[in-house]
């Protein structure tokens, strides 16, 4: 990967070629983060505050693929990213995805906490058995980037 990025940065027109490289490592992962997408829709739900901000839709919003060329990390990953303004629960998307679950107070008693529990594993357990296949179509779209280098060079 980072003899990839410096070969793209001596280019004339590395800007665009850095451009196009993350697009097509993003698209490669867009089945990855659809599936996560879906692992957490699937997490059950009780209904109690039909007017409360929808929680798994809002943590299915925040999922996306994240390409990062330079810098201190250069990479691909589908990431699932805070959620700011969803009930006072920013760490939602990692909280429903560990065993521990999350503790928050009864809706009307500020007295009684309670731990619950969301769908365990429903981030990670989306990828198992994928893994290779989304670094294939992640290496393909360096090598067709690097095909494209190669191709301009002569």
Same mark, same amino acid.
């Given at each position: 990967?980072? =003899?990839?990025?410096? /070969? #793209?940065?001596?280019?004339?027109?590395?800007?665009?070629?850095? &451009?196009?490289?993350?697009?097509?490592? *993003?698209?490669?992962?867009?089945?990855?983060?659809?599936?996560?997408? !879906?692992? #957490?829709?699937?997490? @059950? !739900?009780?209904?109690?505050?039909?007017?409360? @901000?929808?929680? +798994?839709?809002? #943590? /299915?919003?925040? #999922?996306? @693929?994240?390409?990062?060329? %330079? %810098?201190?990390? !250069?990479?691909? *990953?589908?990431?699932? $990213?805070?959620?700011?303004?969803? +009930?006072? $629960?920013?760490?939602?998307?990692?909280?429903?995805? +560990?065993?521990?679950?999350?503790?928050?107070?009864? $809706? %009307?008693? +500020?007295?009684?906490?309670?731990?619950?529990?969301?769908?365990?594993?429903?981030?990670?357990? !989306? $990828? &198992? %058995? *994928?893994?290779?296949?989304?670094?294939? /179509?992640?290496?393909?779209?360096?090598?067709?980037? /690097?095909?494209?280098?190669?191709?301009? =060079?002569?």
């Amino acid at each position: 990967m980072a =003899a990839l990025v410096r /070969a #793209i940065r001596a280019e004339e027109d590395g800007k665009q070629l850095r &451009k196009d490289l993350a697009k097509n490592m *993003r698209e490669a992962l867009k089945p990855a983060a659809a599936e996560a997408k !879906s692992s #957490i829709m699937a997490m @059950p !739900s009780l209904g109690i505050m039909p007017t409360a @901000p929808a929680l +798994r839709t809002a #943590i /299915a919003r925040k #999922i996306r @693929p994240e390409v990062k060329l %330079g %810098g201190r990390w !250069s990479g691909a *990953r589908v990431k699932a $990213f805070k959620t700011k303004n969803v +009930r006072g $629960f920013p760490n939602a998307p990692k909280r429903t995805n +560990r065993a521990g679950g999350w503790r928050h107070p009864v $809706f %009307g008693n +500020r007295e009684n906490w309670v731990t619950q529990q969301g769908k365990i594993d429903w981030f990670d357990d !989306s $990828f &198992k %058995g *994928r893994e290779g296949l989304y670094k294939q /179509a992640v290496e393909q779209a360096m090598e067709d980037m /690097a095909r494209r280098i190669a191709d301009r =060079a002569r």
